[in-house]
């Protein structure tokens, strides 16, 4: 079993002691107790408050990739046309999974460590008319934050259906939903909320559901059936009680701290983080300071390092970062100071390890 002494993964992120004791209770039946719906019920609010939207949000059980394949498969048919706004991993992987289910996906590359330019995207657009456009907020791998606010209107006036993934930078970034005009968005437990991963969220616009109800798909996954679940008490599938009793202590955590200090908690880390990474002498992977994530830095490995001796080094040292995957395997490797490890001081032990064992070699 691997404990880090000082855990700075990108997820998923250490687990507090208290969220982790709502695992503790046997609560009863998620089909048949009131007090279960009740704690759906304000979930749903807590979750409206942090991600600025008035549109239906979908808590689910599973990792948050169970409830980005539902989303996808719920409003996009065999013959659709998906654009996939890509700078990274996640990105294009959007575009593959549209492809899985039959869509007609084309890509919208950025350059690395950027994001796509928003003229190109327009003309892109116009061009291929898709019916679906895809964003990822935060792309882990690449450690980008991208500018989701920018290219929102252009989508808008295309009339595409709008699914971003924000499932590594909710909490520790702005999250608009209603603002951006996003239809379907996309959160994860294991990120910033600091919990384990098997709670999915979905935010779900009134366009979106009308085109799940044109789709209707049928499967564990499918949107749909979750429509009227809160009001009739009906869940699709049993749910995960204890899960949803640490959910809701992390969204109460995080809107006691205030969601305008925890913003500057992550941006502060981050800042800190990728400062000693300059003053050591490691190259950022994003180009732009703007697009530097503020839950996770990409540091390109120095020269004269593997990833695997990189690690090796790090975990004598009782640090754990993680590498990435795709085509930045074995070329950066990523610092999470996201949820409960955007605390300057675990921050400030990591980076001292990292030069530590740079001097070293």
């Given at each position: 079993?691997?404990?880090?002494?000082?855990p700075?993964?990108?997820?998923?992120?250490?687990?507090?002691?208290?969220?982790?004791?709502?695992?503790?209770?046997?609560?009863?039946?998620?089909?048949?107790?009131?007090?279960?719906?009740?704690?759906?019920?304000?979930?749903?609010?807590?979750?409206?408050?942090?991600?600025?939207?008035?549109?239906?949000?979908?808590?689910?059980?599973?990792?948050?990739?169970?409830i980005?394949?539902?989303?996808?498969?719920?409003?996009?048919?065999?013959?659709?046309?998906?654009?996939?706004?890509?700078?990274?991993?996640?990105?294009?992987?959007?575009?593959?999974?549209?492809?899985?289910?039959?869509?007609?996906?084309?890509?919208?590359?950025?350059?690395?460590?950027?994001?796509?330019?928003?003229?190109?995207?327009?003309?892109?657009?116009?061009?291929?008319?898709?019916?679906?456009?895809?964003?990822?907020?935060?792309?882990?791998?690449?450690?980008?934050?991208?500018p989701?606010?920018?290219?929102?209107?252009v989508?808008?006036?295309?009339?595409?259906?709008?699914?971003?993934?924000?499932?590594?930078?909710?909490?520790?970034?702005?999250?608009?939903?209603?603002?951006?005009?996003?239809?379907?968005?996309?959160?994860?437990?294991?990120?910033?909320?600091?919990?384990?991963?098997?709670?999915?969220?979905?935010?779900?616009?009134g366009?979106?559901?009308?085109?799940?109800?044109?789709?209707?798909?049928a499967?564990?996954d499918?949107?749909?059936?979750?429509?009227?679940?809160?009001?009739?008490?009906?869940?699709?599938?049993?749910?995960?009680?204890?899960?949803?009793a640490?959910?809701?202590?992390?969204?109460?955590?995080?809107?006691?701290?205030?969601?305008e200090?925890?913003?500057?908690?992550?941006?502060?880390?981050?800042?800190?983080?990728r400062?000693?990474?300059r003053?050591?002498?490691?190259?950022?992977?994003?180009?732009?300071?703007?697009?530097?994530?503020?839950?996770?830095?990409?540091?390109?490995?120095?020269?004269?390092?593997?990833?695997p001796?990189?690690d090796?080094?790090?975990?004598?040292?009782?640090?754990?970062?993680?590498?990435?995957?795709?085509a930045?395997?074995?070329?950066?490797?990523?610092?999470?100071?996201?949820?409960?490890?955007?605390?300057?001081?675990?921050?400030?032990?990591?980076?001292?390890?990292i030069?530590r064992?740079?001097?070293?070699?």
């Open positions: 079993m691997q404990t880090y002494k000082i700075l993964v990108p997820g998923p992120s250490s687990v507090p002691l208290k969220y982790r004791e709502a695992y503790l209770t046997d609560y009863g039946s998620t089909d048949l107790e009131d007090d279960f719906f009740a704690l759906l019920a304000e979930n749903v609010s807590l979750l409206r408050q942090v991600l600025k939207t008035e549109n239906s949000v979908v808590v689910g059980s599973g990792e948050a990739m169970m980005l394949w539902g989303a996808l498969k719920s409003v996009v048919k065999p013959g659709d046309r998906v654009l996939a706004v890509s700078n990274g991993l996640f990105g294009h992987g959007f575009g593959e999974m549209a492809e899985a289910i039959g869509a007609r996906a084309e890509y919208m590359e950025a350059p690395d460590g950027k994001f796509v330019d928003k003229e190109a995207l327009r003309k892109k657009i116009a061009a291929f008319r898709p019916d679906v456009v895809t964003a990822v907020h935060c792309e882990t791998p690449s450690g980008l934050l991208n989701i606010a920018e290219i929102a209107p989508v808008a006036e295309s009339g595409a259906l709008f699914i971003v993934d924000f499932v590594a930078s909710a909490v520790g970034a702005d999250v608009r939903v209603d603002e951006w005009g996003i239809d379907l968005g996309l959160l994860g437990s294991q990120k910033c909320l600091s919990l384990l991963p098997d709670i999915s969220m979905l935010t779900i616009s366009r979106a559901w009308k085109r799940a109800e044109e789709v209707n798909y499967g564990y499918a949107i749909l059936p979750w429509k009227d679940a809160l009001k009739v008490k009906a869940m699709p599938y049993t749910h995960n009680w204890q899960a949803n640490a959910l809701n202590l992390a969204l109460k955590s995080v809107l006691e701290e205030g969601l200090n925890s913003f500057k908690r992550h941006a502060e880390a981050a800042a800190y983080c400062a000693r990474s003053q050591m002498g490691l190259k950022l992977y994003a180009a732009e300071e703007s697009l530097a994530s503020p839950t996770v830095t990409a540091i390109m490995i120095p020269d004269g390092w593997t990833w001796e990189l090796a080094a790090f975990r004598k040292e009782g640090l754990g970062v993680g590498g990435s995957y795709g930045l395997a074995g070329k950066v490797f990523r610092i999470g100071h996201m949820g409960s490890q955007a605390d300057m001081e675990l921050v400030k032990r990591g980076m001292d390890v030069e064992v740079l001097k070293g070699r």
